[in-house]
């Protein structure tokens, strides 16, 4: 029976959803053009916030010298052992 409510409500609220976006578009449509506006602006500012948060050149795991790290730890990665 609840299953049966939340499903008719879900139908109401949906119903009453397209009848005022039909009746109240004239007024609704600014609004949501006005908010695509500054979500757009928004997400650039937060571009930019980012790649100057972002180091020039960035490391990869190619770059890793695997010599230097050979030397550090002892350990031959042509030979078997237990840090590979």
């Given amino acids: ?3 049966w409510l939340y499903m008719l409500l879900g139908v109401v609220v949906t119903l009453g959803g ?3 976006s039909i ?5 609704l449509s600014p609004f949501l053009v006005g ?3 500054l979500f757009i602006f928004m ?3 937060i571009i930019l916030i980012v790649s100057f948060m972002i180091p ?3 490391e990869t795991f190619s770059d890793i010298n695997t ?3 050979e030397k550090e730890s002892g ?4 030979e078997s052992c237990s840090c590979k």
Avoid: F
């Fill in 18 to 20: 397209i009848w005022m």
């Fill in 75 to 78: 350990c031959n990665l042509n």
């Fill in 23 to 27: 009746h109240w578009w004239e007024i």
């Fill in 35 to 37: 908010l695509a506006i």
């Fill in 67 to 69: 010599e230097e790290d």
């Fill in 1 to 3: 029976m609840k299953k």
């Fill in 43 to 45: 997400a650039g500012v």
């Fill in 56 to 58: 020039a050149k960035e």
